[in-house]
């Protein structure tokens, strides 16, 4: 490399020189001869001649001959004496250095490609300090630590901990119970006795509560409803039709009817009229009825297995209850006594009857029981079918 960088000086030192020459030939005037062939007219004055020819004074006007014909210079002839550079064609570019002059490779990328001199030692480029750096002959290096107190090999004989175990939240530690200190009361003095003895205060009398007693089932020991449902005996009585409705078939229809409503005083009330459509319902197992006005839903069956009449009625106050009749039909009437009736948040006792007067007509009689036993009406509803 450095052999090339001499060979290029010289080749520029050379191609100067030569440029030298070629603009020196050009700015010496050409004389003519007998024999036309141009004869130079003076030889060029070589730099720093003690005896230069007197050139023309900057002002003459040139002589025509025809022997020789003027030419005017294409450059300005220095004065005698005056040493001319080089032209610089680019500055800092391709000058000429002098003579003697080194110059220096060029720099392309610094500390990159750079020859050292003869006799440099380059230490390697260091990557990634304490990466893969190699230590010097005789240095011991230490392993690194991936993690502090966690898989640290400790140094022969010395003696580490058992981890810290932490309490299992689950085990609750034992407490001895704390001794119960009974304190020392010295007893009270004596009272000292009377001349007159104190009157006894009567004893008043400690109401001790008990609790509601726990209604008992009929049996002993009885199933459960599920497992009842799967005995033999019950799946042959449920499968069976309730033939016990057929007595009440005549209800089936459309009704019109009139409600009144009787008061404690004996005066009565008329709550208006309205229609009732009384038709056998889930799977002919019951008899529903209900009036036009969604205010009074009532159900009638026949329970196979107790043997009764049953009759369910809601009304719009609200009020409900469960009637049940052991008599049944008697004639043309059955009479039901409520199991439990609630009515505006009381509990009742209640009787409902039903007369059935012609194929046309029946009605539907409600009473109350009163606290000296007797029977008061609350509301009767005539019916007769359309």
Do not use: C
């Not at 901990?161 to 010295?186: H, N």
């Amino acid at each position: 490399m450095k052999s090339r960088f001499i060979a290029l000086g010289l080749a520029m030192l050379f191609l100067a020189a030569g440029t030298d020459r070629s603009e020196a030939a050009h700015q010496a005037p050409l004389s003519v001869g007998t024999d036309a062939s141009p004869v130079p007219a003076a030889s060029a004055t070589p730099a720093g001649d003690a005896s230069p020819s007197e050139p023309e004074p900057p002002n003459a006007t040139p002589t025509a001959s025809p022997l020789q014909p003027v030419r005017r210079p294409k450059r300005s002839t220095p004065p005698p004496g005056f040493r001319t550079a080089p032209p610089d064609p680019a500055r800092n570019a391709r000058s000429t250095p002098p003579p003697g002059f080194r110059t220096a490779a060029p720099d392309s990328k610094p500390y990159r490609r750079m020859t050292p001199r003869p006799g440099f030692r380059t230490a390697p480029p260091d990557r990634l300090p304490n990466a893969r750096a190699t230590p010097p002959p005789g240095f011991r290096t230490a392993p690194p630590d991936p993690l502090p107190n966690a898989r640290a090999t400790p140094p022969p004989g010395f003696a580490t901990a058992p981890p810290e175990r932490r309490p299992d939240p689950r085990v609750t530690p034992f407490r001895p119970p704390s001794p119960k200190v009974t304190p020392v009361v010295a007893p009270p003095p004596p009272a000292r006795p009377s001349a007159v003895p104190a009157p006894e205060a009567p004893a008043v009398p400690t109401a001790i509560p008990t609790a509601r007693p726990t209604p008992r089932s009929i049996a002993p020991e009885q199933p459960t409803v599920p497992d009842s449902n799967d005995d033999p005996r019950v799946q042959g009585i449920i499968r069976r039709p309730i033939r016990e409705l057929a007595q009440i078939g005549w209800m089936a229809g459309t009704w019109n009817a009139r409600s009144v409503e009787e008061r404690g005083d004996g005066t009565t009330r008329n709550r208006g009229t309205t229609t009732y459509v009384f038709s056998p319902t889930m799977k002919g197992r019951y008899f529903f009825g209900a009036d036009g006005k969604a205010r009074d839903y009532i159900f009638i069956t026949f329970d196979p297995f107790a043997r009764h009449w049953v009759l369910v009625r809601f009304e719009g106050n609200p009020s409900y209850g469960i009637w049940i009749s052991d008599g049944g039909w008697k004639g043309n009437r059955i009479e039901f006594l409520s199991n439990f009736s609630f009515a505006n948040g009381r509990q009742y006792r209640r009787r409902l009857t039903i007369i059935h007067k012609d194929p046309r007509t029946f009605g539907i009689y409600n009473e109350e029981q009163l606290p000296t036993g007797g029977w008061t009406p609350d509301d009767a509803v005539e019916l007769t079918k359309q």
